[in-house]
């Protein structure tokens, strides 16, 4: 692989911002300010060189597998387009948030088993890393053992429990952010009969592809089954532990039930729908996740906190791109044109920190012996960053315009 020196950008270090020659060799960073040595040099004077970005949460992907409702794409133009979505934004390692459901359809078991079989089989050809968040839907249980198999495969994966079983069966008066603990024995649900729930069971149906009615029936089979869930979920946590993969808790709206995947051992709360919940995370040491997304809307679109208020809280470590991959790099910028932190610390939301979580500390930031996971980006003061070139393990993976050596 050949070895290039980056010289004249501004570079994103742990502690600052400094202009400093980076040096890249055989996938890693193998010095700063370090003779060139017979490398290729990079003349980026007047660019920002940053470390590539990690995304934790990520379900774009399903534009590109079913652009329109019931109209799907083949998978491998799906997958592919979906790479050079990810490096042409910058990001070189990608947590696609794979939801495992009982929900026929965009997000049932097969096409999660065909999206992984499909994923390994194109992995030679992709530019950065794409792996998987094995989002599962608690009260799937077909899905456990396509859990335990990705869970020992080559890419570990991530697992985020999810409970949106539970969540759609809360009768509508009761506010989804303050929704009561899902494994609740007095826990209420709505009347099936319920305009509103109805209303809200036809939108799931046609992303399923069944009538309201055959919907209902399913939730309603599956709810049938709630005392076995407990079950699973220790079971799939246990997996998960004995590979080392990294868990996480979705749409948290009670401390409880925080605590109880907590026990688990999902150390991430991805999505605290409160306050309460964010602090109650925080004083445990939990790390902090919110889409990227909210923070460029001003808010989130269901009532949640503030993603760029939790960040200046203190109650925010990572942000996701969520649904839209250009939310990661755009909400950093926003921020920082706001104030509310220097870039490097604002940085790590994107970068270092959930890396970290991930438990892939071998990047995320620019330091010798680092992989070589790299941004370049041209970003003048007031304006949008623009992304001149992303390095995912040392290789290009997105190019955009020429670069003058020396």
């Known amino acids: ?24 060799e055989d996938g890693r960073i193998t010095g700063l300010d370090t003779p060139r040595d017979g490398a290729e040099v990079v003349e980026a004077r007047g660019l920002i060189l940053a470390p590539a970005l990690v995304d934790i949460h ?32 910058g990001i070189a390692t990608a947590f696609h948030a794979l939801t495992l459901s009982w929900e026929p359809g965009l997000r049932s078991v097969a096409q999660g088993t065909e999206m992984a079989d499909r994923l390994a089989a194109l992995g030679p050809r992709l530019a950065v890393e794409n792996r998987v968040q094995l989002r599962w839907e608690t009260f799937c249980f077909e899905a456990m053992p396509l859990i335990e198999a990705l869970l020992a495969g080559p890419l570990t994966p991530s697992v985020a429990f999810n409970d ?24 209420r649900i709505v009347d099936f009969s319920d305009a509103r729930f109805r209303d809200k069971m036809a939108g799931r149906a046609k992303r399923a592809g069944v009538t309201e009615a055959e919907f209902t029936a399913l939730i309603a089979c599956m709810w049938d089954r709630r005392a076995e869930v ?3 979920i220790a079971r799939i946590a246990a997996a998960a532990r004995g590979a080392g993969a990294s868990m996480l808790s ?15 051992g999902a150390r991430i709360s991805e ?69 509310r932190a220097p870039l490097h610390a604002l940085w790590k939301l994107i970068a270092a920190n959930p890396a970290r979580a991930s438990n892939l500390p071998d990047r995320g930031e620019i330091v010798e012996g680092a992989r070589a996971d790299l941004v370049l980006l041209d970003w003048p003061e ?17 190019q955009a315009g020429t670069f003058g050596g020396a």
């Open 164 to 187: 949106h079983t539970t969540m759609a069966l809360i009768p509508p008066d009761v506010p989804l952010q303050d929704r009561p603990f899902d494994h609740d024995p007095a826990l």
């Open 230 to 232: 407990p079950d699973a």
């Open 271 to 339: 999505f605290p729908m409160n306050l309460r919940v964010a602090e109650a995370a925080r004083a445990a040491g939990d790390m902090i996740v919110f889409g990227a997304p909210n923070v460029l809307r001003g808010g989130s679109h269901i009532g949640s906190p503030s993603a760029a208020e939790m960040v200046s809280a203190g109650l925010c470590d990572i942000l996701a791109s969520d649904y839209y991959y250009p939310a990661m790099l755009a909400a950093v910028a926003r921020m920082q044109a706001e104030g």
């Open 250 to 264: 979705h749409d948290d709206s009670q401390i409880e039930t925080r605590d109880f995947y907590r026990g688990h």
């Open 1 to 24: 692989m050949t070895a290039r020196v980056f010289t004249g950008a501004r570079v994103v270090l742990p502690d600052g911002i400094e202009t400093v020659s980076v040096r890249v």
């Open 58 to 89: 990520g379900d774009a992907f399903e534009r590109q597998m079913m652009p329109r409702p019931g109209v799907f794409f083949p998978l491998d133009t799906a997958l592919l387009e979906t790479d050079r979505q990810l490096a042409g934004n």
């Open 382 to 398: 007031g304006a949008a960053p623009r992304v001149r070139m992303t390095l995912s393990g040392g290789r290009v993976a997105h």
